[in-house]
Nanobody, 123 residues
Framework: VQLQASGGGLAQPGDSLSLSCKLSGRVAVYTAMAWFRQTPGKEREYVAVINGGGDDIRYADSVKGRFTISRVNFRRTMALQMNNLKPEDTAVYYC?????????????????WGRGTQVTVSS
């Protein structure tokens, strides 16, 4: 199972960026997926999660109203649209998938991880 994340980069406060994640390998299409992020010295934290059917979504309070998670199951892709970015959004972002369709928030619930992609928000 592989997760390939793309997107990210450098943005100014108030800008928008999008991340994409492609799932491949021997795993069910309708698997719950998530975006996590991590900054140096801190534990990886969840940003947004989406269940296998795409109809149950949760966001961390820090990104609610600014970020939107979505998925296209027949393409096995997931996206994170990030609007009104803030300097505190600076982190390495990871996409993750779990062996099950139910939505979960804990990082230990996720079995598969992609390599992180850096998002830097700075003026």
């Amino acid at each position: 199972v592989q997760l390939q994340a793309s997107g990210g980069g450098l943005a100014q406060p108030g800008d928008s960026l999008s991340l994409s994640c492609k799932l491949s390998g021997r795993v069910a299409v309708y698997t719950a997926m998530a975006w996590f992020r991590q900054t140096p010295g801190k534990e990886r934290e969840y940003v947004a999660v989406i269940n296998g059917g795409g109809d149950d979504i949760r966001y961390a309070d820090s990104v609610k109203g600014r970020f939107t998670i979505s998925r296209v199951n027949f393409r096995r892709t997931m996206a994170l649209q990030m609007n009104n970015l803030k300097p505190e959004d600076t982190a390495v972002y990871y996409c993750a998938a779990r062996a099950g369709g139910e939505l979960r928030l804990g990082l230990h619930e996720y079995n598969y991880w992609g390599r992180g992609t850096q998002v830097t928000v700075s003026s």
